[in-house]
């Protein structure tokens, strides 16, 4: 990536770049933030975009030097944070927003931890180990974003984190067939047994067996949507109705699986972007209390 210095407001707007044309649902959901706030929302997915370029989209690279290129990156993230001011072109927002908003650096150590493991594990025996790598490849990202949504509780936290692992079990189920041509299996190993649904990996296709593995895991990764509801209420209004936008979008990609009759492995089940963009928009229109009067929204954290 290039060296050239970048301005501040430069490197927000290449991290919103990165937000808008990879990861289009939280895009259009980060709409519904202030605008004071939203652009540490791009800062964040800037980071996490970076790291996994590094470990899946440079080519035929050999697992060695990803393995020194991810640890270059994070090194140079934290001295950056540590000197307080960046001068790489996506960092430089992300500095600013950790420091801002006092974000724990410990959550971008477990973040890298698992982009690391990426390297080198390809698939998962129980559900238990699943999990250790989601604690950092996407619970951990719900920790990270609740400073910047301003909880009026620290009870938040669980359903922060129950909600960045349902987004992240519906990119499995979503993403099965991407994920087999990269040689990875995020399904747990325990369950394709349980269901004697292996075949379908071999045959990339859709049999009984899968159709049984999928309703479980869907059940599952809808159990968590569930728990993460019971953290909105404690959100200003604002970051509830962009939290709520994603939540809806996304988990909605399940029921986009069950009307495809469970095949992800011919087509990838997407959210189309009127969708996105008329829930974006019927959730922005101001609520009102029971006397009629709108509730005002809480801005983000003012930055310089």
Request: some cysteine; hydrophobic content about 40%.
């Amino acid at each position: 990536m290039s060296t050239d210095p970048v301005t501040l407001d430069e490197s927000y707007r290449r991290c919103r770049e990165l937000n808008r044309r990879y990861g289009t649902t939280y895009y259009w959901s980060t709409y519904l933030l202030p605008r004071i706030t939203r652009h540490h929302v791009h800062a964040l997915y800037g980071f996490c975009r970076y790291a996994d370029d590094i470990v899946d989209d440079l080519g035929p690279v050999p697992v060695a030097d990803r393995e020194a290129a991810l640890t270059a990156f994070g090194d140079r993230f934290f001295a950056d944070l540590e000197r307080g001011r960046s001068e790489d072109p996506v960092l430089k927002a992300v500095v600013h927003t950790v420091r801002a908003f006092d974000i724990d650096p410990d959550c971008f150590r477990r973040f890298l931890h698992s982009m690391a493991m990426d390297l080198t594990t390809d698939r998962y025996e129980h559900y238990e180990d699943l999990l250790v790598y989601m604690d950092g490849s996407a619970a951990v990202i719900g920790e990270m974003m609740l400073p910047i949504l301003e909880p009026s509780s620290p009870a938040a936290l669980a359903p922060a984190r129950d909600l960045g692992n349902a987004f992240q079990l519906t990119n499995f189920l979503r993403d099965i067939a991407e994920d087999a041509d990269r040689g990875r299996v995020y399904v747990p190993q325990e369950d394709i047994r349980r269901f004697g649904a292996g075949g379908a990996w071999d045959e990339r296709r859709v049999t009984p067996q899968f159709r049984a593995l999928l309703r479980f895991e869907i059940g599952r990764t809808r159990a968590l949507y569930a728990s993460a509801d019971l953290g909105v209420g404690l959100l200003p209004p604002a970051s509830a109705r962009c939290i709520s936008g994603a939540r809806e979008l996304y988990s909605g990609i399940l029921g986009r699986i069950e009307a495809a009759d469970y095949d992800v492995w011919s087509t990838r089940v997407r959210v189309p972007t009127w969708r996105k963009l008329a829930v974006a928009a019927r959730l922005a229109r101001p609520r009102t209390d029971p006397s009629g009067r709108a509730q005002p929204g809480r801005r983000g954290a003012s930055i310089p």
